[in-house]
């Protein structure tokens, strides 16, 4: 795929095009201005400033200890490169305990750090308060599924949703957070299946990590696309630097892109059923 030259800035109407349309959206993580420029012209969609910089970045086990401050500043540094991609923002841990907490810290991610977007880790209980969000104005991804920040409360790092009761729930909460104006959902490490009927039933853009390739779009860590992660690589990344005659991050990010849109990734490897 040859890099994308003056491309369209991407929005939330190009993106409900690209969800009738039925072309996949190509996502990936990024936290600084040089690889988000790199993600920028290879044509990634949607780059997420994700608090998995915490793991990558800061060298922390969880996600936990990362700060709205982190997420400020990292997003400042993508944010001020980037021409094509529509950049969203993680809102970390305990960043949104109630709905003024949860507005003046969104405010920051988008005033100062150039967020056009913010993604919350969600389930039902916090429906009420993403409700008040979206009413004021603010874009919002909804990540459910496996919720890293959660992953103590969760046991671990484990597939959500593989029982009867708790594939109802997911689907029932996909159901109420578009029925109050999210423009996102993200799914994380859910069974194919469930995430399949979860796009379907959906109206606005679902995009997976570990869910399958019935998602409307695909999200990678960019060090487990890149092959730069140390020790346990998730079952659902591929390395798209070890591909053939890709010899430079610029060339593994385009080939990502081509993979995605192209549907051949994720393929049966890296699903969870």
């Known amino acids: 795929m040859s890099v994308l030259i003056e491309q369209k800035k991407r929005s939330l109407i190009e993106f409900a095009k690209l969800k009738q349309s039925g072309e996949k959206i190509a996502a990936l ?42 997420m400020v500043y990292h997003t400042q540094c993508v944010s001020r490169v980037v021409s094509h991609a529509y950049v969203a923002a993680d809102m970390p841990f305990l960043s949104y305990t109630n709905i003024d907490v949860a507005m003046h810290n969104a405010a920051r991610l988008m005033q100062e ?35 890293p920040q959660q992953v103590e409360k969760m046991g671990g790092y484990r597939v959500q949703g593989r029982d009867d009761e708790s594939s109802k729930a997911m689907q029932e909460a996909a159901i109420a957070f578009e029925n109050i104006g999210v423009d996102f959902l993200l799914l994380e490490s859910v069974p194919r299946k469930l995430a399949a009927t979860i796009t379907a039933k959906s109206s606005i853009p679902v ?28 079952r659902f990344a591929r390395n798209f630097y070890a591909g053939k005659g890709v010899d430079s991050v610029n060339k593994a990010a385009e080939a990502y892109v081509s993979a995605v849109k192209s549907v051949d990734f994720p393929s049966e490897e890296h699903c969870f059923n």
Not at 44 to 55: A, H, K, R, T
Not at 114 to 142: F, N, Q, R, T, Y
Not at 212 to 220: A, F, K, R, S, T
Request: charged letters at 15%.
């Open 29 to 70: 993580t990024a936290y600084d201005a040089s690889f988000a420029q790199i993600f920028d012209k290879a044509g990634i969609d949607w780059l997420l400033v994700g608090d998995s910089l915490g793991n990558v970045i800061q060298g922390q086990k969880t996600t936990i200890p990362v700060t709205i401050d982190h």
């Open 207 to 234: 995009i997976g990590i570990g869910a399958g390739p019935e998602c409307d779009g695909q999200i990678l860590v960019m060090h487990d696309a890149l092959g730069f992660t140390q020790g346990h690589v998730p």
């Open 113 to 147: 750090g150039g967020a056009s977007m913010v993604k919350l880790e969600c389930d039902i209980s916090h429906l009420a308060l993403v409700e008040k969000m979206v009413s004021e104005g603010v874009p919002v991804c909804v990540h459910m599924g496996l919720r």
